[in-house]
Nanobody, 121 residues
Framework: QVQLVESGGGLVQPGGSLRLSCAAS????????MGWYRQGPGKQRELVAT???????NYADSLKGRFTISRDNAKHTMYLQMNSLKPEDTAVYYC???????????????WGQGTQVTVSS
C-alpha cells in the first residue's frame, strides 16, 4: 500500500516562510513526476508546481520567484519552500505523485491528504 503524507503546514504571518514536505511510503519501485497543488476557500484546486525525477520544474506563473519545489529521490520525498507568503496563499496544500509500486505494471497517481497553510496576522 502506497501513501503520501504531507507535513509542515501551519499558521504564518504575511511575509513569512514555510517549508512543506511530502513523503511517499510503502512498496515503491519508481517515483516519476511529483507536484504540489492547493485549494483555497471557495476555490478550485490549482497547480502550484511540479518536478520530474531529473529535477525539471514547472511553476504556476503567479508563484514564480516565491515558491521553490525540490525533491530527494533517495527518500521519495518532495519539498515546497514558500517565501514572502501572502494571505491569498491560504489554502490546503496537496501533493501528488505518479509512481510505480513494487510488482506493479505501469504508473498510478496518488494524492496526499493535504496540509493547511494559513497566512494571517
Amino acid at each position: 500500500q502506497v501513501q503520501l503524507v504531507e507535513s509542515g503546514g501551519g499558521l504564518v504571518q504575511p511575509g513569512g516562510s514555510l517549508r512543506l514536505s511530502c513523503a511517499a511510503s510503502g512498496s515503491i519501485y519508481w517515483v516519476s513526476t511529483m507536484g504540489w497543488y492547493r485549494q483555497g476557500p471557495g476555490k478550485q484546486r490549482e497547480l502550484v508546481a511540479t518536478i520530474t525525477r531529473d529535477g525539471t520544474t514547472n511553476y504556476a506563473d503567479s508563484l514564480k520567484g516565491r515558491f521553490t519545489i525540490s525533491r530527494d529521490n533517495a527518500k521519495h520525498t518532495m519539498y515546497l519552500q514558500m517565501n514572502s507568503l501572502k494571505p491569498e496563499d491560504t489554502a490546503v496544500y496537496y501533493c501528488k505523485a505518479k509512481l510505480q509500486g513494487t510488482g506493479s505494471f505501469g504508473f498510478t497517481e496518488y494524492w496526499g491528504q493535504g496540509t493547511q497553510v494559513t497566512v494571517s496576522s
